[in-house]
């Protein structure tokens, strides 16, 4: 198997307190770069947008991008995400529901309930939550369950229809474009990629090269395009594309040899809302401070590890014939990464998502599953095959007017340089949780080791 370089020398010293999480995710990437010849730089696809950004130390219990925190609560810790204005638009409803006084902020509410309870009554208003490490270790980052006859075949010349947005998704799709894939990036005349209004470098990195169609996804010629496509990346809901007539398994059995990559942030038939800080959070992907309680780890890390999983997953599926569902789970890539941590420091040792759990009690997690769980073949579980049971709590117009796959339900991240914040390091987002933002929204005195 080819291996890539480790992470750059030159990286900013707080990258060094995600190296000890990385050996998954090297073991996908060199597998990857062993199958395409595409050698993958780690440093640059976990930590090029906070080098762009200039965070110069880690973050500790809030968020690089500011719009979510680490919250104490009655039994542990718990991330609540405000990213978009509906989040912030909830905050009353939620402090309601957590049976907050009428002059309490949301750190005080979140110390009176449990982190599983904080998590929930978020989750019902459709906000980005999850208590610490609450995920679990037992679910593959890729549950791939097969659909269409198999046609094993190089991905050089495949035409590739990114629906993605953000990091995730668009990550998963560069690494294939490299890798000689002609990548179709589609966007909603309605909903741009929130990416276009951050950092251009950034967008940049992820869309080089790649030909750009801006469609109104009401109309057939979304439809149209995926068509053509011999390879699909979305993130959304299942009965979001069904409304608009696209369907993942009719895609896979209309021809030989086709992948479909779905990212969600639980999985397809999970209702529940996740970005990248929350989504590592729920896995377990965090560092601690010196009192062993968890910090941020690097920025929005499960958006970067999931694009890469997925990349690797496509070019392993092609290789096998394809034909196949790949339901991508950024709650389980997270999962993953801290499982792999915990295995190296052995229990006991203060290190480890065991030292933290939300429900702060010290175990085993379980044994780290493989990282595609096929359906019939050798290896693992069946995913869900349609996503039906899938519902969102709040109603299909209130986050995702549209109804449309650029919705992003799941998501891959909060945007954290404008599209929902005017002060893209938190600033505005600070008085929600009744305290002052710090200039690159770090905790005071929170740091990783």
């Known amino acids: 198997m080819e291996k890539n370089a480790t992470l750059d020398a030159s990286a900013p010293p707080w990258t060094e307190s995600v190296a000890p999480y990385l050996g998954p995710l090297t073991e996908a990437a060199d597998d990857f770069t062993s199958l395409t010849g595409v050698p993958v730089d780690l440093s640059e696809a976990l930590f090029l947008r906070a080098r762009l950004a200039g965070f110069a130390a880690l973050p500790g ?31 009353p409803a939620l402090l309601a529901l957590l ?37 679990g270790a037992d679910r593959p980052p890729v549950r791939a369950t097969r659909h269409g006859p198999r046609r094993p075949r190089p ?30 990036k ?35 010629a979304l439809a149209d395009l995926v068509a053509e496509a011999d390879i699909v990346i979305e993130a959304s809901r299942p009965r979001a594309l069904r409304r608009l007539g696209i369907h993942a398994e009719d895609f896979l059995a209309a021809r030989p040899g086709r992948v479909w990559v779905s990212i969600t942030g639980y999985g397809r038939a999970d209702h529940r809302v996740a970005f990248g800080d929350d989504a590592a959070v729920a896995g377990g992907l965090t560092g601690r401070d ?17 694009g890469l999983f997925a990349a690797h997953a496509t070019a392993r599926s092609l290789a096998a014939g394809g034909g196949e569902l790949l339901c991508v789970s950024m709650t ?22 065991e030292a933290v759990s939300h429900h702060g009690e010290v ?8 990282d595609v769980a096929r359906d019939g073949g050798a290896v693992g579980s069946v995913a869900h095959p349609s996503g039906e049971s899938m519902t969102h709590p709040c109603g299909e117009s209130v986050a995702y007017p549209y109804g449309e796959p650029m919705a992003h339900p799941h998501g891959e991240m909060a945007h954290p340089y404008g599209e929902s914040l005017p ?27």
Do not use: K, M
């Open 99 to 135: 049976g907050a006084a009428p002059d309490a902020d949301l750190p005080t509410a979140a110390r009176g309930v449990t982190a599983a309870q904080l998590a929930h009554h978020a989750q019902l208003l459709g906000i980005p939550a999850a208590a610490h490490a609450s995920a």
């Open 332 to 353: 389980a890539c997270a999962a993953r990464l801290a499982g792999a941590r915990w295995a190296v420091t052995g229990p006991g040792t203060g290190e480890g998502p």
């Open 186 to 220: 589609a966007e909603s005349t309605a909903r741009p990629d929130g990416a276009r209004f951050g950092h251009p470098a950034f967008y940049r990195l992820l869309h080089d090269g790649h030909e750009s169609r801006v469609l109104d996804f009401t109309t057939p």
């Open 363 to 370: 175990g085993r997690p379980a044994a780290s599953p493989p």
């Open 61 to 91: 219990r809030v968020s690089a991008g500011g719009s979510c925190r680490l919250l104490a609560t009655a039994d542990g810790w718990a991330a609540v995400n405000l990213a978009r204005p509906d989040d912030t638009a909830a905050l």
């Open 423 to 449: 002060h893209p390091y938190g600033e505005s987002v600070a008085h929600l949780y009744g305290e002052r933002a710090h200039p690159h929204g770090e905790a005071p005195g929170a740091r990783s080791c």
């Open 155 to 184: 991905l050089t010349g495949l035409r590739v229809v990114d629906l993605s947005a953000l990091w995730a998704g668009p990550l998963c799709a560069r690494l294939l474009g490299l890798a000689g894939a002609r990548v179709v």
């Open 290 to 306: 010196p009192a062993g309680r968890p910090v941020f780890l690097g920025d929005a890390l499960a958006d970067p590890v999931t």
